[in-house]
């Protein structure tokens, strides 16, 4: 859900190619807690943003999927948290905009 949502915005010209790799935001959620992940996809969306928009200040211990390397810093193997708050402001502004 959450790469079709960059997908969207990418194509629609609301966020910018590359800048949120599907790696990097596959190592975002794996950091999200398990039970957010619903068997409802809207609820689950709706879980896991509120999660990491309130937890932003918590972001610097993510992890990459190998729960070794940081997720965030300078390295070509870590990503710019200001490119992963960026998407997650555009993927909640995109769902505040869903038609219903």
């Known amino acids: 859900?959450?790469?079709n949502a960059r997908r969207s915005l990418v194509d629609g010209g609301r966020f910018e190619e590359g800048?949120?790799?599907s790696y990097f935001l596959a190592c975002l959620l794996y950091n999200v807690p398990d039970n957010?992940?619903?068997?409802?996809?809207?609820?689950?969306?709706?879980?896991?943003?509120?999660?990491?928009?309130?937890?932003f200040n918590y972001w610097y211990a993510f992890r990459c999927q190998n729960g070794v390397i940081p997720l965030f810093g300078k390295t070509e193997q870590q990503w710019?948290?200001?490119?992963a708050a960026a998407l997650i402001n555009a993927i909640v502004?995109?769902?505040r905009d869903w038609p219903t």
């Open 93 to 95: 502004a995109m769902w």
């Open 19 to 21: 800048r949120a790799p």
């Open 1 to 3: 859900m959450f790469k």
């Open 80 to 83: 710019d948290m200001n490119d």
């Open 36 to 55: 957010l992940f619903l068997s409802d996809r809207q609820a689950t969306m709706v879980g896991v943003l509120d999660w990491l928009v309130k937890g």
